[in-house]
Every structure is written in C-alpha cells, then in structure tokens.
C-alpha cells in the first residue's frame, strides 16, 4: 500500500464506528469519522476523502439522502460513496446505487472480509475507474 487512503465513515452507532475504524486502520488506511449527515457535511468543508462510508439509517438526514446531496455538488461528486446498511432487502442495493452509491456493505459487517471489500470501491487513479463498478 502506498500514501495512506483517508476513509470518510458516516456512522451514528458507537460501537459500528469503533469495530469499522479499527478494521480499516489496520489495514492501513486513515478513517474520519463523522455521527450524523451535519458533521459530515462539516468535516468535506475541509476535507476530501478518497471514499466514504455511508450507513443508511442515521438520525437527522439519512444517508441516501446525504449522497444524492452530495453526489449533486461538484465540489464532492466524484467521492465514491459505499453504502453500509443493516437492511438485507433485495431492493436495497438497487436503491442505494439509484442515490448515487457505487456499491452496497451489508451490516452487521463481516471483519475478516470487510477492509477487501473496501478496497474494490475507491477509483483507481491511472484509469479513473472503479476496480469493481457496482
Ligand atoms: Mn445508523
């Protein structure tokens, strides 16, 4: 792994940001953390991450409302944003890549698997492609 990833996760259970940060720090990459729709939306004024995490049900503006949000303002567009979600429907996917997510991370996640799953998601910067599109 090169210069480390920064990993924006919007997370509003303790206990997930705690077990999502220390997974993906020990994979190497750098996490931010941010509990609700607000704080993140504080936390992009300055900061622009090379992926975000995006749990679903957060209290205030949910989560697929944040990234249509975000994905309709230039300035945080082309932010690859992972859906997390406790829902197992089958129509969750469709609908969190309808908002603009490039994928989909069901929870409660699986740690063995989780920081590779990941890693699919951020846009390889010699092509300007995902590694995996979905
Ligand atoms: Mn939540």
Redesign the pocket.
């Known amino acids: 792994m090169n210069e480390k990833r920064v990993i924006l996760v919007v997370?509003?259970?303790e206990a997930?940001q705690v077990l999502v940060q220390a997974v993906l720090e020990l994979d190497g990459y750098q996490v931010q953390l941010a509990g609700s729709a607000l704080e993140a939306l504080d936390l992009l004024r300055d900061l622009v991450p090379d992926l975000i995490l995006m749990?679903?049900?957060?209290p205030g503006q949910d989560g697929l409302s944040l990234t249509r949000q975000l994905k309709s303002d230039p300035a945080t567009r082309a932010i690859p944003v992972v859906a997390l979600t406790a829902h197992a429907m089958a129509g969750d996917r469709e609908v969190a890549l309808k908002a603009g997510c490039v994928g989909y991370i069901a929870k409660p996640i699986d740690t063995r698997t989780f920081a590779a799953a990941v890693s699919q998601y951020f846009i390889d910067t010699e092509t300007d492609r995902h590694v995996v599109a979905g």
């Not at 749990?55 to 957060?58: E, N, S, W």
């Open positions: 997370e509003d259970n997930n749990d679903v049900q957060l």
